[in-house]
């Protein structure tokens, strides 16, 4: 028994959810998100909200009762409030701007990085230092975040690099003399 998927997803107001088949859409106040469930777990949609239930007595249905019920409150939380996350950059030199789609990241390379912004992300430079990355897609948000802290990992040696806030580097010694 999964404890997480025994909940019911709570549709706040103003968020409607439908089910087609194995396909899920929520659509609120920041717009619509779909996810499509695997076979072994179904959804419906009730008073108390979003109901998702192995269809199964497999060891595969409990395992994905949990997941599923957690995507679709991804999805009733992105169209509700949205995700953000936050990157830092440390080092000398380093910056970043928003120049139209484009993200211009200034890494200590011979040339800048211009990452190319997805559909329904937005990226905003508080700081020259400081990234936010919001949208409403969790995974979309969390994947366009690696890959901007792909681009210059923190290094352990001086910490330089692209980091999440609040991300501990564990610093290394370096040579002795």
Do not use: C
Request: glycine share 12%.
């Amino acid at each position: 028994m999964s404890r997480i998927g025994k909940k019911p997803v709570p549709l706040p107001k103003g968020v409607t959810a439908s089910v087609n088949g194995q396909t899920v859409s929520v659509k609120g106040p920041k717009g619509e998100l779909k996810v499509t469930l695997v076979p072994e777990v179904s959804a419906s949609v009730g008073a108390d909200g979003v109901t998702v239930t192995p269809n199964k007595a497999m060891e595969r249905a409990a395992a994905m009762w949990g997941m599923s019920r957690t995507l679709v409150n991804n999805l009733v939380t992105g169209v509700t409030t949205g995700f953000t996350s936050k990157l830092e950059i440390q080092g000398v030199g380093y910056r970043a701007a928003v120049q139209g789609k484009n993200l211009n990241l200034q890494l200590g390379f011979s040339h800048d990085v211009a990452y190319p912004i997805p559909e329904g992300i937005t990226i905003t430079a508080e700081k020259p230092t400081l990234l936010t990355v919001a949208g409403m897609d969790k995974q979309l948000v969390g994947q366009v975040a690696a890959e901007i802290r792909s681009y210059r990992k923190p290094e352990p040696y001086k910490g330089k690099g692209v980091r999440y806030e609040g991300e501990y580097v564990r610093r290394k010694e370096g040579k002795k003399k």
